[in-house]
């Protein structure tokens, strides 16, 4: 039987650029031309008015269609209940009010700002790409180093808080941005660990969007290219290899690129398809359906999940919810953009060390026909999740 769900027709595409930058920690910094900018949060070392204030002000000066910004964990009063805990003993115990500071954010005619949520971007000013993403974004991280904002308990033998973070993000995303690392992907800390999430890299897997970006781990920047394994019978979420990115030039002041393009010669293999039955399937359905006597056949064994199982999607012994139509999206470019070298506290580490900003050309499709009847501004349409 000739398996349908292959990929999608082909769509009109055109290259957008995204300039991927994080962990700016009050630093402002020159950016590269673009179309999307993407901060993937610690815009500040503690999240006080005054620190955001001066961030804000840098991204909303920017010269780009569409900006994304996330939160993350250093951005302490964006998380009101971090803060309203442990408020009284930061910024020398001289509180900041939460609401004021996350108004700069929520309040900006020219930032997108996502707490845990999705938006659908349309680019359409006429001098742009004029083509259209899903995003998914989010300044959780797992406990690393202390008490911090927008944390979740990085515990091996319970990760239902990880779970039910992660199990949030829509299928249909294209373009992931959290603050923390997926576990073995651009997340080696200073001391050698692994310090990124697991749940989170089994989500990319069933996800597989065309672009996850991050940052928090200053010493992982990077990006590498992620090819997943949907054949896979045994292993959960299996992964086939990948491909670190190099800069060619890291000492210049060249774009550090990342060409996905199909004009560059490497395109990714990640058509975007679409998720074909209901963009909630983080239940592992087929579970509830047991091998027993007189039972429907062709079933997973008892006990047997199948989140995470590739083979035939029309199999009921597969991630159906993940491989159905879906099986286009075959790779991933997962990229660390921070902007700061060294980890927090930056003093004691040598000189002040900055990375440039994370350039990616991709193929996206076009929203529109040619017809020059586009408003001049991005478009953001709200996705319940």
Aim: charged content about 25%; proline content about 6%.
């Amino acid at each position: 039987m000739a398996d349908a769900s292959t990929s999608q027709p082909p769509q009109r595409t055109r290259r957008t650029r995204f300039v991927c930058i994080s962990d700016t920690h009050n630093c402002t910094v020159k950016l590269p031309k673009g179309d999307v900018l993407i901060h993937c949060g610690d815009l500040t070392n503690q999240g006080s008015f005054t620190e955001l204030a001066k961030q804000v002000q840098w991204l909303e000066q920017a010269d780009f269609e569409c900006k994304i910004v996330v939160a993350g964990n250093h951005d302490l009063t964006l998380d009101t209940d971090f803060y309203r805990v442990h408020g009284a003993y930061m910024h020398n115990k001289r509180p900041q009010i939460p609401e004021e500071c996350q108004a700069l954010l929520t309040g900006s005619r020219t930032l997108t700002y996502l707490v845990h949520e999705s938006r659908t971007i349309k680019l359409s000013s006429s001098s742009g790409p004029r083509t259209t993403f899903s995003v998914f974004g989010s300044p959780y991280s797992p406990v690393w180093g202390g008490a911090w904002a927008f944390q979740y308990p990085r515990l091996e033998d319970d990760a239902s808080a990880a779970r039910a973070l992660w199990g949030q993000i829509p299928l249909s995303t294209d373009i992931l941005i959290t603050h923390g690392p997926a576990r073995t992907h651009c997340d080696e800390a200073r001391s050698r660990e692994s310090a990124g999430c697991e749940v989170l890299r089994q989500e990319l897997w069933r996800v597989r969007p065309r672009l996850a970006l991050c940052g928090h781990i200053h010493e992982a920047r990077g990006a590498e290219r992620v090819r997943w394994d949907l054949n896979s019978k045994n292993a959960r979420y299996a992964e086939l290899g990948r491909t670190v990115w190099q800069d060619p030039n890291p000492d210049s002041e060249k774009n550090a690129l990342v060409d996905l393009t199909a004009k560059g010669g490497s395109p990714l293999d990640n058509d975007g398809s679409p998720c074909l039955s209901e963009d909630k399937p983080r239940e592992d359905q087929n579970d509830k359906l047991k091998g027993v006597p007189g039972g429907v056949g062709n079933v997973a064994y008892p006990g047997i999940g199948t989140l995470g199982l590739g083979e035939n999607p029309d199999s009921v012994r597969s991630d159906r919810a993940a491989l159905v139509g879906r099986m286009g999206r075959r790779e991933t470019c997962i990229a660390n953009c921070a902007i700061q070298h060294s980890s927090y506290p930056h003093a004691g580490h040598g000189p002040r060390r900055l990375n440039k900003a994370i350039v990616i050309d991709l193929d996206l499709p076009v929203w529109g026909d040619d017809d020059g009847s586009y408003p001049e501004t991005a478009d953001t349409e709200m996705t319940d999740v």
